[in-house]
T-cell receptor, first 110, second 113 residues
Framework: AQRVTQPEKLLSVFKGAPVELKCNYS??????LFWYVQYSRQRLQLLLR??SRESIKGFTADLNKGETSFHLKKPFAQEEDSAMYYC????????????FGAGTRLFVKA | DTGVSQNPRHKITKRGQNVTFRCDPI?????LYWYRQTLGQGPEFLTY????????KSRLLSDRFSAERPKGSFSTLEIQRTEQGDSAMYLC???????????FGPGTRLTVL
């Protein structure tokens, strides 16, 4: 069965420290992987997707098919990065289905 | 364009009542998704439309849940004979043609007493 696992419910780091939010997935095919973010009192929004291979707000994520992971990284955390982060997997089965992880709350301390 | 909108934003109902939620996607977005989110969990996929066709439906969606998207524009999600376990945030998202990037609405919070 398809599954997305985010092992950390809460991650707290100091401003300027590196941050890594872990995501592992279970899927037999070639999934599309995403990171979505939800800032306080805002709606869920896309942060980045693996096929774009781009850096958004200093965040990057590399798909590791061998380890079935898609960890989100940023070298220097900022206070404004504090938010809820969700890893998601989409696959096509005649229609698109997206599976979200339970989320990791990132708290960046001053 | 103000993005995906959902109405109502909050709904309180008694167990056994029927409720209906509406989602208005971004114009020209042909794909529409419904999710349910409970406290401490990520969004849980319920169903997916491409235009007016419902192409995917979660096995978690019981017979009490039904969704429609007439004319491929707005969508409604109806829950019949609500149960306390239906209390959750119901999210709608839409995607434009050619991408599966989803744009989310603010959600409808349902409380079943």
């Amino acid at each position: 069965a398809q599954r997305v696992t985010q092992p950390e419910k809460l991650l707290s780091v100091f401003k300027g420290a590196p941050v890594e939010l872990k995501c592992n997935y279970s899927y037999s095919g070639s999934p599309e992987l995403f990171w979505y973010v939800q800032y306080s009192r805002q709606r869920l929004q896309l942060l980045l997707r693996h096929i774009s291979r781009e850096s958004i707000k200093g965040f990057t994520a590399d798909l590791n098919k061998g380890e079935t992971s898609f960890h989100l990284k940023k070298p220097f955390a900022q206070e404004e990065d504090s938010a809820m982060y969700y890893c998601a997997l989409s696959h096509y089965t005649g229609g698109f289905k997206t599976i979200f992880g339970a989320g990791t709350r990132l708290f960046v301390k001053a | 364009d103000t993005g995906v909108s959902q109405n109502p934003r909050h709904k309180i109902t008694k167990r056994g009542q029927n409720v209906t939620f509406r989602c208005d996607p971004i114009s020209e977005h042909n794909r529409l998704y419904w999710y349910r989110q409970t406290l401490g969990q990520g969004p849980e996929f319920l169903t997916y439309f491409q235009n007016e066709a419902q192409l995917e439906k979660s096995r978690l969606l019981s017979d009490r849940f039904s969704a429609e998207r007439p004319k491929g524009s707005f969508s409604t999600l109806e829950i019949q004979r609500t149960e306390q376990g239906d209390s959750a945030m119901y999210l709608c998202a839409s995607s434009p043609p050619g991408t599966d990037t989803q744009y989310f609405g603010p959600g409808t919070r349902l409380t079943v007493l």
